[in-house]
């Protein structure tokens, strides 16, 4: 049967070429956000986070940008590699008195890295 | 460092059947989560516990789904009784208070 599900936006991407993944968020609330990596039968892997207080933060060939007024994030990958290939969620959370920690994800962008 | 530890990595079981998902959150870790990961559905946050006391059920699906932590090193959630429906890959994840949560590799439960 058809194979019916959620349609992630997929990024095609050649070797060598840097990358941008965006992700919208909602709750204006929201002061942590995390970029995650999944690839194919494995779980979500941590990549880089960023507080609300930033708008920048660099890694190792990765690059989160925050943009509060417009609620977006946007991951770059620089020189992006065949093994990039995977599909990455972006997540939000916001501390709750008294500490709760609540991560909200969205949908996911099925990056695809061609020789 | 060992990372959050999921049993089993593949379950399938019959419908009607009471299925128990096993999690080992990374020492020190205050947060543990569990998520239900579907093609329709994507990411879907079932529970969370804080120093073992569960704070948000509200993604529990319904009342055949429970989940306990007894301790600061094991948390559990069961199944009973399973449906077809309940195919996903459920994951474990824990956190530090204001951390990322880091997840384990997943039980890919199957209910013929």
């Known amino acids: 049967g058809e194979n019916v599900g959620l349609h992630l936006p997929t990024l095609s991407v050649q070797e060598g070429d840097n990358s941008i993944i965006n992700c919208a968020y909602s709750?204006?609330?929201?002061?942590?956000f995390i970029w995650y990596k999944q690839e194919s039968g494995k779980g979500p892997q941590f990549i880089i986070d960023i507080r609300s207080n930033m708008d920048k933060r660099q890694g190792q060939r990765v690059t989160v940008l925050l943009n509060k007024t417009v609620k977006h994030l946007s991951l770059q990958i620089a020189a992006t590699q065949p093994g990039d290939s995977a599909v990455y969620f972006c997540?939000?959370?916001?501390?709750?008195?008294?500490?709760?920690?609540?991560?909200?994800f969205g949908t996911g962008t099925q990056l695809k890295v061609e020789l | 460092d060992a990372g959050v530890i999921q049993s089993p990595r593949h379950e399938v079981t019959e419908m009607g059947q009471e299925v128990t998902l096993r999690c080992k959150p990374i020492?020190?870790?205050?947060?543990l989560f569990w998520y239900r990961q579907t093609m329709m559905r994507g990411l879907e946050l079932l529970i969370y516990?804080?120093?073992?006391?569960?704070?948000?059920d509200s993604g529990m699906p319904e009342d055949r789904f429970s989940a306990k932590m007894p301790n600061a090193s094991f948390s559990t959630l069961k199944i009973q009784p399973s449906e077809p429906r309940d195919s996903a890959v459920y994951f474990c994840?824990?956190?530090?208070?204001?951390?990322?949560?880091?997840f384990g590799q997943g039980t890919r439960l199957t209910v013929v």
């Open positions: 997540a939000d959370s916001f501390i709750l008195t008294g500490g709760g920690n609540k991560l909200t």
């Open positions: 994840a824990s956190s530090l208070t204001g951390g990322a949560a880091f």
């Open positions: 516990f804080n120093n073992n006391v569960p704070i948000d």
């Open positions: 020492s020190g870790h205050d947060y």
């Open positions: 709750n204006s609330a929201s002061d942590y």
